[in-house]
């Protein structure tokens, strides 16, 4: 089959990861056109602006994207071009595995973690009120008259909105999820003890949906600070994490984190009928330019999203030379070489060089 894929290169590091991440894919030999377009500190400089209407236009048509990693310069309007563009296209789920890779250092082995992140709401809707406007002592009041409780007049204020609908299908979402990649337990992370309306509703809902997969995929419930620490000491007993926004994102990186770090970790926000693909790292601005960090988190983002078109043959082959390359630990970058200052470490398209070598 044939397929056209947005590719968005993003800025710092993300032209060169993104690079071999389109290497490795064409390497597996599917049909790929690629629609190259521009956002992040490239697209201001020749356009005027951090995401441009065809960035969003050419995801919506071609319901698929790369997408490297993008800066937000302080003070620029939006709080993320990242975010901004999760939220134009309603890429709700957030998709990040954890699994250990032989020849990866890290404090654990044999991890195969999920996390499912809701993407659209929580504290990260970016509802906020400054510290000292008009409009932050109105609303002090207005919460103040309704609760009868007292907040400091010289507070900021986030809203944190968690609503039914984003709940059920985020949660139906991890279930599903579950279900296609044959996995057993979903478990639910909240904080519903303390956050009664918000997290409460998001605990509630959970029940409501597992309930339709009772008998299929195993229900489980975890408080978040509880979870942090049982992710450390047991991580082996979970499966699938379906997460509010907020612990999604702080989890996921804990994740990361036992399966040797930002380098190694793929990411996905999906929607409901399309999906970007990226590296769960940022632009890592001070390795621009240099061909020295680490493909791996891209190329694996790129597994994950062949998969995602169906193209599981391609994906299998991608992983597996990427495993080969990983624990023969020869060709890798600098990061995954036991000593930082290794002078046998290879660059970032070396690297991608040698997982297509592998590719068969
Ligand atoms: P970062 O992930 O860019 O970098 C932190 C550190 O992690 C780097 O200095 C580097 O040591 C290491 N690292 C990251 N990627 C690596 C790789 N592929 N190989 C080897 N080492 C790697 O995080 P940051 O410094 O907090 O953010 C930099 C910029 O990226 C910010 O402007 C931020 O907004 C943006 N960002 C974008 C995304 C995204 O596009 N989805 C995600 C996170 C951060």
Redesign the pocket.
């Known amino acids: 089959m044939d397929h056209t894929i947005t590719l968005i290169p993003?800025d710092?590091?993300g032209p060169e990861?993104v690079r071999a991440a389109r290497r490795c894919i064409e390497a597996t030999g599917i049909n790929v056109t690629w629609d190259v377009v521009i956002a992040g500190q490239d697209a201001k400089d020749n356009y005027g602006e951090l995401l441009p209407k065809n960035v969003l236009e050419s995801i919506k048509k071609n319901k698929v994207a790369l997408k490297g990693?993008?800066?937000?310069p302080i003070g620029e309007g939006f709080r993320?071009v990242?975010v901004a563009i999760r939220q134009a296209l309603d890429l709700y789920a957030c998709v990040r595995p954890a699994k250990s890779y032989a020849g990866v250092k890290s404090l654990y082995k044999d991890i195969d973690l999920v996390i499912i992140r809701e993407n659209s709401e929580d504290l990260y809707a970016g509802i906020e009120f400054e510290e000292g406007k008009p409009e932050t002592k109105d609303l002090i009041a207005k919460i103040e008259e309704y609760t009868k409780k007292q907040i400091r007049q010289d507070s900021g204020i986030s809203i944190k909105p968690i609503s039914k609908y984003a709940s059920e299908r985020i949660v139906r979402f991890a279930f599903e999820y579950a279900i296609k990649y044959r996995r057993n337990k979903v478990t639910a992370v909240h904080k519903a003890n303390i956050m009664k309306f918000t997290d409460g509703l998001f605990l509630k809902t959970a029940r409501e949906v597992a309930k339709d997969y009772n008998g299929r995929v195993i229900f489980e419930e975890a408080i978040v600070d509880n979870m942090s620490m049982q992710l450390v000491q047991k991580p082996k007993d979970y499966d699938v994490l379906v997460l509010p926004n907020l612990y999604g994102d702080i989890i996921s990186d804990l994740c990361a984190g036992l399966v040797g770090g930002?380098?190694v970790a793929p990411g996905a926000n999906v929607g409901r009928d399309m999906a970007v693909f990226?590296?769960?790292?940022?632009?890592?601005?001070?390795?621009r330019g240099l061909d020295k960090?680490?493909?791996v988190?891209m190329i694996l983002s790129g597994v994950l999203m062949l998969r995602y078109i169906k193209e599981d043959s391609a994906a299998d082959k991608l992983e597996n030379a990427v495993k080969k390359v990983l624990v023969e630990g020869k060709s890798v970058?600098y990061?995954l070489k036991p000593n930082r200052d290794d002078p046998t470490s290879v660059g970032t398209q070396e690297m991608a060089d040698a997982i297509i070598k592998n590719l068969k």
Request: proline share 11%; hydrophobic share 40%.
């Open positions: 993003g710092g590091i990861v990693p993008i800066i937000t993320s990242n930002l380098g990226e590296a769960v790292h940022g632009a890592a601005p001070k390795y960090v680490n493909p988190a970058t990061d």
